[in-house]
């Protein structure tokens, strides 16, 4: 006998919650499947790749230290120790690997795997001129050619994608998803929070009024940033700080090897946090000099992207890109942090060149140490060399990229979401 009795109301909005989350599952599989050829497999390939090179050639010293904050943050109490060099949020990527039942540096690949395949499916399916399954593609080449022995073995992919998200929800004008990422972004690797005035400034283009109510994600994620450890672990309040402001300039940085060049023979090398230092009297005063010019170039790339002389995508590349060369540490997992913008463009010569001399840093130290191939100056001298060829290809390939961009800007500005027809418009007609 059929039942008439009628549904009750209460159960109306889990069946509409019920309904939304079926028709998410139906549009995700349908884009792995339109994509599982041209992205999908690819990508797939190039994340085992990565997790056998690091499980069985790097053996990443890093894995051991998230495994380690792990494991201190699971002792009684519970989550009273903190990292000291990372913000504390990054602690919930270090506990993920910790529920699986592997060793964690193959655990730790899983997590790793699914944030690749989310952010190279997100450029396909953001409706926004753009982005498309080419730089999905792209990425893919970058990511291979610079970073596949890191790419498993760091946790950088995670905000790294948070970053691009950001953007690409704020070229959809999503502009809550956007800062919202962003946080996620700051909390887990500090660095997104410098496209913070790129939203702000993109928004109240768009909107016509200033955003003043963002100003709740900045304090949110700085109270987050520091709250977390006060309450927790007060000694850890300022870990990441105290951590950066006392490290030494690191070899890989541009003020490394420039304090290298201009003081051939007064330099020493110091292996202290986790990474081969440069040290000389003039290696203070670049990094500040360096530094400073970071600063007064973000400054001047906000400003032209005020001025709508820029995207937004030239002004989140164009930033980041002064923050890791403006920075007296840039380590080799760095790079990761500029591919997926980089990966918007038509590939550059210089880039990609780039990224093979961020990757040829290891069969160079396998090489040398393997063999003993000369002194340890020597050996550091070339590093530093690498490094610097590394840095000089990204410098070029940013330059030639932004001296095309005024042209494709001009012919293309119109179509950013990003920012409101009027003021496009006003702008125009003001010069």
Not at 293 to 322: D, F, N, Q, S
Request: proline share 6%.
């Amino acid at each position: 006998m059929s039942d008439d009795r009628a549904i009750p109301a209460t159960d109306e909005p889990l069946r509409r919650d019920a309904r939304a989350v079926s028709g998410c599952l139906r549009r995700q599989i349908t884009v792995i499947r339109d994509q599982w050829q041209p992205v999908v497999l690819p990508g797939l390939a190039l994340w085992g790749l990565a997790m056998v090179v690091a499980g069985a050639v790097v053996h990443s010293f890093d894995l051991s230290e998230y495994e380690r904050y792990a494991h201190q943050a699971l002792q009684t109490p519970l989550f009273h120790r903190f990292p000291n060099e990372y913000p504390a949020p990054a602690l919930a990527i270090f506990l993920l690997p910790v529920l699986l039942p592997l060793a964690y540096p193959w655990a730790f690949a899983i997590p790793v795997g699914v944030a690749i395949l989310a952010l190279l499916l997100s450029y396909g399916t953001s409706g926004v001129r753009g982005l498309d399954a080419n730089g999905a593609r792209r990425l893919i080449v970058y990511l291979a050619l610079g970073a596949v022995m890191v790419l498993t073995a760091r946790y950088d992919i995670f905000a790294a994608a948070a970053a691009f998200w950001s953007f690409r929800a704020a070229r959809q004008g999503r502009w809550s998803a956007a800062w919202t990422w962003s946080s996620v972004g700051f909390l887990l690797k500090l660095f997104p929070g410098a496209l913070w005035p790129v939203l702000l400034i993109g928004e109240w283009s768009a909107s016509g009024r200033v955003p003043f109510r963002r100003l709740w994600w900045m304090l949110g994620s700085l109270t987050v940033i520091a709250g977390l450890p006060m309450f927790l672990d007060p000694g850890a309040t300022t870990n990441v700080l105290h951590y950066y402001l006392h490290r030494p300039t690191e070899i890989g940085s541009l003020p490394a090897a420039l304090s290298l060049l201009a003081d051939g023979h007064g330099w020493h090398l110091s292996m202290s946090y986790h990474s081969l230092n440069v040290l000389t009297p003039l290696a203070s005063s670049i990094s500040l000099v360096f530094e400073i010019a970071g600063l007064v170039a973000c400054a001047a790339i906000w400003w032209a992207y005020a001025r709508a002389r820029i995207p937004m995508e030239a002004a989140c590349l164009a930033t980041l890109t002064v923050v890791v060369l403006g920075n007296k540490v840039f380590s080799v997992q760095y790079l990761m942090w500029l591919m997926p913008f980089w990966a918007l463009y038509r590939f550059r010569v210089s880039w990609i060149l780039a990224s093979v001399a961020n990757m040829a840093v290891f069969p160079y130290s396998i090489v040398a140490m393997s063999l003993g191939l000369g002194s340890a100056r020597g050996y550091a001298a070339a590093l530093a060399m690498i490094y610097l060829t590394r840095d000089v290809l990204i410098v070029i390939g940013t330059c030639s990229w932004l001296r095309h961009l005024p042209k494709q800007w001009h012919n293309h500005r119109v179509h950013d979401p990003s920012r409101s027809k009027e003021r496009v418009r006003s702008h125009e007609s003001a010069r």
